[in-house]
């Protein structure tokens, strides 16, 4: 007696994105580097159409805080991990850029300003590369990978989570802010890098210039965003939401959590990095204020606002927080950070999803209330019925008593 094998057809995997979403890329794809500078270069400036310098200097600063809450939904949204240092990552890759840029404002040979204003003679050793764009670029992926591999490697491996590990990352980042506040470092001190004049030969006051780096940045953000969300739908992304879930189910399932949990800590610093260097020449300047204990908490509120493990979620919460904190610093000042305070409490309490599960949310709600008030109208027709059937019945008896 012979058997015969079934075939078993493995579901064929789901495309990268959704018709929907292709459309809403490529639309966000050409706003980026089409109709805004469109609006920027062409449009005349008293036309209401037209998009200022400073409006366009703006969002380009919110494209680079939307890559550093989209880095901070990978390890926090679908990894389970909340950094509270990763300012830090961000830091380190504007100040590559920085040293960069102020090389080619101090000229061939010449050290850069303030270093000729602490009489130093000669460039500290970690320049040697900044003279070099192509290294430069190189360097703003791995300085922030590397000093993020050494640190995750030994948290991890020594197993450190939850409320400690968040509290190790705001130490690290603090500790590398005062490190980089003394002169003695070659980072400028409490003043940092500014004055910077051109950019691979051209003007980065420009407007031109302006123009190129927000398109970049806009470009980076959507290859971050095409990136994340093939990493997460493979099978690499589905153990580390498993570690999310059930770290030690995994273990016991045969995976080990440290090369999975490592390699995305190294995945978002390395992102970050890239938009700290995208955020510096749109700035024009960086210092260890970057590094700030504060900095790093309002990347994880983008990201809880706006809505964890979606990552459409944390590109809104970035636009949304910023956004408001653009207007709300110039009309009241004075009441920023309680506002940021209670939004973010708000959300934890309230908004659990963020705003990106807001509709669905409100939706549940008002399902909820609906089947609630139904269920309310038809105890009260019970009742009535009930009320109604004894009085019949005592009308039947004084009936028959008569």
């Known amino acids: 007696m012979t058997t015969q094998s079934i075939p078993i057809e493995l579901p064929k995997p789901a495309p990268l994105l959704s018709a929907k979403g292709w459309t809403v890329f490529l639309i966000s794809l050409i706003l980026v580097c089409a109709v805004a500078p469109a609006l920027n270069l062409w449009v005349p400036e008293g036309s209401a159409l037209h998009l200022s310098d400073y409006m366009l200097g703006l969002l380009g600063k919110f494209l680079c805080y939307a890559i550093c809450a989209l880095a901070i939904d990978l390890i926090w949204g679908y990894t389970g991990i909340l950094s509270l240092g990763h300012g830090l990552f961000f830091a380190l890759g504007g100040y590559v850029m920085g040293m960069y840029l102020m090389r080619e404002a101090a000229g061939p040979g010449a050290l850069p300003a303030f270093m000729g204003f602490l009489d130093w003679k000669e460039l500290p050793w970690h320049w040697a590369l900044s003279g070099s764009f192509a290294a430069t670029v190189l360097l703003v992926f791995l300085v922030p990978g590397l000093i993020g591999g050494v640190f995750g490697y030994f948290a991890f491996r020594s197993r450190i989570k939850g409320v400690y590990f968040s509290i190790i990352t705001q130490a690290l980042t603090y500790a590398a802010m005062l490190l980089f506040f003394r002169n003695e470092t070659g980072f400028g001190g409490n003043n940092g890098f500014t004055g910077f004049k051109t950019l691979l030969g051209f003007s980065v006051n420009s407007q031109a210039m302006h123009v190129l780096l927000f398109a970049l940045s806009g470009l980076a953000l959507l290859g971050c965003f095409l990136f994340s969300r093939w990493l997460i739908r493979s099978k690499y992304g589905r153990v580390?939401?498993?570690?999310?879930?059930?770290?030690?189910?995994?273990?016991?399932?045969?995976?080990?959590?440290?090369?999975?949990?490592?390699?995305?800590?190294?995945?978002?610093?390395?992102?970050?990095?890239?938009?700290?260097?995208?955020?510096?020449?749109?700035?024009?300047?960086?210092?260890?204020s970057e590094m700030s204990v504060g900095n790093s908490i309002e990347m994880a509120v983008w990201t809880a606002v706006g809505g964890r493990a979606s990552l459409v979620g944390p590109i809104i919460g970035a636009f949304a927080v910023n956004g408001g904190k653009s207007w709300l610093t110039v009309a009241a000042p004075e009441y920023w950070?309680?506002?940021?305070?209670?939004?973010?409490?708000?959300?934890?309490?309230?908004?659990?999803?963020?705003?990106?599960?807001?509709?669905?949310?409100?939706?549940?709600?008002?399902?909820?209330?609906?089947?609630?008030?139904?269920?309310?109208?038809?105890?009260?027709a019970a009742a009535m019925a009930r009320k109604a059937s004894e009085r019949a019945v005592a009308d039947t008896l004084k009936g028959a008593r008569a």
Not at 269 to 278: D, P, R, T
Not at 337 to 365: C, K
């Open 337 to 380: 950070l309680y506002v940021l305070g209670a939004l973010f409490i708000v959300v934890t309490l309230f908004m659990p999803g963020g705003l990106i599960r807001l509709p669905g949310q409100i939706r549940q709600w008002r399902e909820k209330r609906s089947a609630q008030t139904q269920s309310e109208l038809n105890h009260a």
């Open 240 to 288: 580390l939401q498993a570690v999310r879930d059930a770290e030690s189910r995994t273990m016991f399932c045969g995976y080990n959590p440290l090369p999975y949990k490592l390699s995305i800590w190294v995945i978002s610093a390395m992102m970050c990095g890239l938009a700290g260097a995208l955020y510096v020449p749109q700035v024009g300047i960086i210092n260890p």
